[in-house]
């Protein structure tokens, strides 16, 4: 987009402004500050107006428009942005013709604007009328987010300085398959903690051995104030739910990402969202960002764990895009990508 004439222009621009909300308010406003650049850019460029589109949550139903409506997202850049040429859209997903890429709503978003601007890298997956049909009608451009996430995380794709470690958590070992074949095939390491570690442990799907947790954080139920002890993670009471890695394996995931030049991190280690079950979420993330090397760290659920540890600026990138950022590195071509002439 810094090649793109926006003087005078009026420019849609695809955010991404998908973020949590609690109590009619947003709860984390990092998205909506990372989208920020983009849009003073323009602004600073004289562009006559800025139109600014996403999508927020899944709503299915005309009864979910009240709880997904981009209201509080609006009402928040309004006093990050105040500028009168900034003006937000309601949320694309209320519309049916935005998961089918529907030429109609891509036409509808893009009637009275000259140029589109996409900088929902969160989004770039989706072949939606937001991020490829109105690519398709207007001169498009790569916007200052989506450009630097291809960037830092294209990173790791290419030559990486070595020891190289990937860890990776969360439920299921299938969400992140793809990235951990790709990735993982490459890393001098690769560490496996929260639920997906039990599936990798009883028939492990990858070609290279991984590491496992040494002990474990385990409950009686899945309960926040569950009985809960540490044990061998080999030796969980019938019954019980491992819902965080223990002290032992904490350490040593720690040592072993101590030495490494280059990390990749996506998923947390336990039910971090209840602080008894956090610890070993909390300990990666400070391992992480003692790391001398290059750092990056995707997915909601991880990024929050750097938040919530002061850590975010620590690291070299931590990443807005879940699902973008796992497509990406699994190799795959990214659709709103695709669909900027420059980009492609």
């Given at each position: 987009?810094?090649?793109?004439?926006?003087?005078r222009k009026r420019v849609l621009v695809r955010s991404d402004l998908n973020v949590p909300l609690e109590h009619g308010r947003v709860a984390d406003a990092t998205r909506i500050e990372a989208s920020l650049p983009t849009l003073e850019l323009l602004l600073e460029r004289d562009a006559a107006e800025v139109r600014v589109c996403s999508h927020l949550?899944?709503?299915?139903?005309?009864?979910?428009?009240?709880?997904?409506?981009?209201?509080?997202?609006?009402?928040?850049?309004?006093?990050?942005?105040?500028?009168?040429?900034?003006?937000?859209?309601?949320?694309?997903?209320?519309?049916?013709?935005?998961?089918?890429?529907?030429?109609?709503?891509?036409?509808?978003?893009?009637?009275?604007?000259?140029?589109?601007?996409?900088?929902?890298?969160?989004?770039?997956?989706?072949?939606?009328?937001?991020?490829?049909?109105?690519?398709?009608?207007?001169?498009?451009?790569?916007?200052?987010?989506?450009?630097?996430?291809?960037?830092?995380?294209?990173?790791?794709?290419?030559?990486?300085?070595?020891?190289?470690?990937?860890?990776?958590?969360?439920?299921?070992?299938?969400?992140?398959?793809?990235?951990?074949?790709?990735?993982?095939?490459?890393?001098?390491?690769?560490?496996?903690?929260?639920?997906?570690?039990?599936?990798?442990?009883?028939?492990?799907?990858?070609?290279?051995?991984?590491?496992?947790?040494?002990?474990?954080?385990?409950?009686?139920?899945?309960?926040?104030?569950?009985?809960?002890?540490?044990?061998?993670?080999?030796?969980?009471?019938?019954?019980?739910?491992?819902?965080?890695?223990?002290?032992?394996?904490?350490?040593?995931?720690?040592?072993?990402?101590?030495?490494?030049?280059?990390?990749?991190?996506?998923?947390?280690?336990?039910?971090?969202?209840?602080?008894?079950?956090?610890?070993?979420?909390?300990?990666?993330?400070?391992?992480?960002?003692?790391?001398?090397?290059?750092?990056?760290?995707?997915?909601?659920?991880s990024v929050r764990a750097l938040h919530e540890a002061g850590l975010a600026d620590v690291v070299d990138w931590a990443s807005t895009g879940g699902g973008a950022s796992l497509e990406l590195l699994e190799g795959k071509e990214l659709p709103g990508v695709a669909a900027i002439p420059e980009a492609a």
């Amino acid at each position: 987009m810094r090649e793109a004439d926006v003087a005078r222009k009026r420019v849609l621009v695809r955010s991404d402004l998908n973020v949590p909300l609690e109590h009619g308010r947003v709860a984390d406003a990092t998205r909506i500050e990372a989208s920020l650049p983009t849009l003073e850019l323009l602004l600073e460029r004289d562009a006559a107006e800025v139109r600014v589109c996403s999508h927020l949550g899944r709503p299915k139903t005309e009864a979910d428009r009240e709880q997904y409506t981009l209201a509080p997202v609006r009402e928040l850049l309004r006093e990050l942005l105040p500028d009168a040429r900034v003006t937000v859209l309601e949320d694309t997903r209320f519309e049916a013709g935005e998961a089918a890429n529907d030429p109609r709503f891509a036409k509808e978003l893009a009637d009275g604007c000259d140029l589109f601007v996409n900088d929902a890298f969160g989004s770039a997956h989706r072949a939606h009328a937001s991020t490829v049909g109105v690519a398709e009608l207007l001169p498009a451009y790569a916007g200052l987010l989506l450009e630097r996430e291809l960037e830092m995380l294209g990173r790791l794709l290419g030559e990486v300085e070595r020891p190289f470690v990937l860890i990776s958590g969360g439920a299921k070992v299938e969400d992140k398959l793809g990235v951990l074949r790709n990735l993982g095939g490459r890393a001098d390491e690769v560490l496996i903690g929260g639920k997906m570690a039990e599936e990798v442990r009883e028939s492990n799907p990858l070609e290279f051995a991984v590491v496992l947790p040494r002990d474990v954080v385990a409950a009686a139920a899945f309960e926040e104030d569950a009985e809960a002890r540490v044990v061998p993670y080999d030796s969980l009471p019938d019954g019980w739910l491992g819902l965080d890695i223990g002290p032992e394996t904490r350490r040593d995931f720690a040592d072993r990402l101590a030495g490494a030049r280059t990390v990749f991190w996506n998923g947390p280690m336990g039910v971090f969202e209840w602080p008894r079950f956090a610890e070993g979420t909390r300990a990666v993330a400070e391992a992480v960002g003692r790391v001398e090397g290059y750092t990056v760290v995707g997915g909601a659920d991880s990024v929050r764990a750097l938040h919530e540890a002061g850590l975010a600026d620590v690291v070299d990138w931590a990443s807005t895009g879940g699902g973008a950022s796992l497509e990406l590195l699994e190799g795959k071509e990214l659709p709103g990508v695709a669909a900027i002439p420059e980009a492609a």
